[in-house]
C-alpha cells in the first residue's frame, strides 16, 4: 500500500483498516482488549460517508485492502513554540538548564527574530507538522515588547496561507511580572483579541502572584478570550501556581477554556498538597498539557554532569481519574528549550507511552493527541473519524500497538480531504542562511 494508490477522486473504500474505540464514536464493533477493531471507511467527495465493521471475509469489489493496518484521525498539537524552532544551529542551548534556555532564546529574539526570520521558521515548522499528519496547532508567541509587535502580525499572516491545511491558533507567552504593566498587558490582550487569539502568560511564585492572576483573568473576561499558562516548569517543590491559577479561575468565575502546560513540579509535591491542587482543578475545570520530551529533556538537569532521576512530567494519571482533560503536545522543535523534535506527533505518542505509560491498558489515551486537544482548542469534529466528517487520517503501516510504536513510521500516508498528501519533509539547509552566526 502507498500513497499512489489512494484515487485522486470520486468515491472510495479502504477496507479492513484497524480503527480505535477512543477515536470512532459512532463504531459499533467488536473491539478487541486493546481498544482496536477491524472496519471498512468509505470516503466520497473528501469525506468520510461512512465506517462500518469489517465483517466481510472478501474484500468488496473495488475496494482498496489494508490488510489490518491503523488509520488515525490527523493530529491536533495544543501545545508548540513556532516562532522559536529551528533556531538551534545559531543559538544553542550552552549547558541544557532551563535558565540556559531563557537566556539563549532572549537574546536571541532580540537580535535575530525579523518578520521574515519568524515566518520562514514558521512555514518551515508548519511543513514539517503537516507532512507528519498534524490538522490544528496551537503555538505560543513571546510575547515581550518588542516582539508582539513582530510575530502577531506574521502568524496572522501564516495562519491565512496555511488555513485549510493546519487550523492555526496562538496564544501570547510572556513571563507573569510583564503584567504589572497594566497598560502595555491591556494593548497586548486587545491585540491578541483582535486576532482571535489566547491569552496566555508564564506563571512561578512571585509575592504578587494573585493580584496579577486576577488582572489576567480580568482581561481575559473582558476580551472574551480563552486561557492558555505555562506552570511551574521547575523541580522546586514550592512551586504551586498551577494551584493559584485554579483558585484565581474559581474566584473570578472564568468560564471561557483553560488549558495548563507543564504543571512538572506538582509530580514532587506530597500527596495531600496534590489531591488538593487536583480537587481545585477540576472545580476549575482546566485542562492540562504535559509536553514530555521538552520536560524529560530541561527537567533534573543540573548543569554539573549527574544523572537525571526524574521524569519531569506532570501527575497525568492522576488528573484523568478526576475527569481533568489531559493532553500530551510537542513543545519545542530544535531551540534552546529543546534540541530536537519535528512537530510529530506520532514521536511525542511514542515517547509519552514510554515516559507517562500510556500502556497498559491504552484505554482512550490516543485522545490525548487528538480529540482532547481538539475540544479545548474549540475545534469541532477534529481528532475523531466519523460518518459526515472529513477525510482527514493517517494511514501507518503498524497494525497493532507494538509495531506503530515501535518504529518512526516514516513511510505512513496522511489523507487530507480524501486526497494522499505529498510528505516530503522540508530540508534544514533551506534556513541555513538564517543560521549564519
Ligand atoms: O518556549 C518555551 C518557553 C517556556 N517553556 C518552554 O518549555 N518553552
Redesign the pocket.
Known sequence: MTSEMIPETGQFVLSNVRLHASLTPGLSAAFDADGFALADITVADGKISSIIANRRPNTPAGALDLGGRIVMPCFVDGHT?ID?GHIWPRKPNPDGTFMGALNATGADRAARWSAEDVARRMDFSLRCAYAHGTRALRT?LDSVAPQEEISWPVFETVREKWRGRIELQAAC?LGIEGVRDKKWFESLAKRVAAANGVLGV?TYMLPDLEELLDRVFAQAIKHGLDLDF?AD?TDDISAISLKKIAEAALWNGFEGNILVG?CCSLARQPDLDVLDTLDKMAKAGLAVVS?PM?NLYLQDRRGDNTTPRWRGVTLLHEMKARGIPVAVAS??TRDP?YAYGDLDMLEVYRMATRILHFDHPVGDWPQAVTSTPARVMRLDGFGTLAAGGGADFVVFRGRNWTELLSRPESDRIVVRDGRAIERQLPDYAELDDLMVR
Open positions: 513554540h522559536k505560543h507567552l508564564v505555562h516548569e507543564h509536553l521538552c513543545d519545542n528549550f
